[in-house]
């Protein structure tokens, strides 16, 4: 059974960095595109990095772009989100999901395993 455990949450102050690290266990992980997503209080879920099996990183959102990284460690099976200059609109729970396949599919994508989240809150 697949599993994807996220770690790394917390309460930090704007402008600070927060790296998330998203263990992945009971499959391969460098068979799949790996993606951060994160819900905000009273918003939808907001899909915002995937990485390839092969590393590539695909920004979904431009809220992020430039100050948030997606890499991979498949030798640890773990897939990293790196945060940095955080604002409070950042606050969200992250999560991470398994795609079904080895590309970040875009709009078309299909995840079937799910963490089950870590909180960040941003505030002074």
């Known amino acids: 059974q697949a599993q994807l455990e996220e770690s790394g949450g917390g309460l930090v102050q704007p402008g600070d960095s927060l790296r998330l690290s998203c263990v992945a266990s009971?499959?391969?992980?460098?068979?799949?595109?790996i993606a951060w997503f994160r819900r905000a209080p009273g918003k939808e879920r907001e899909e915002i990095l995937c990485?390839?099996?092969?590393?590539?990183?695909?920004y979904y959102t431009d809220t992020v772009k430039g100050r948030f990284f997606i890499s991979r460690d498949n030798a640890k099976n773990t897939v990293y989100l790196q945060m940095n200059s955080l604002k409070p609109e950042d606050t969200a729970v992250y999560y991470c999901a398994k795609e079904l396949h080895y590309y970040c599919s875009g709009p078309q994508a299909e995840y079937d395993f799910w963490g089950r989240g870590t909180q960040v809150t941003v505030s002074s």
């Open positions: 990485i390839s099996g092969g590393h590539t990183m695909t």
């Open positions: 009971g499959f391969t992980p460098d068979d799949y595109a």
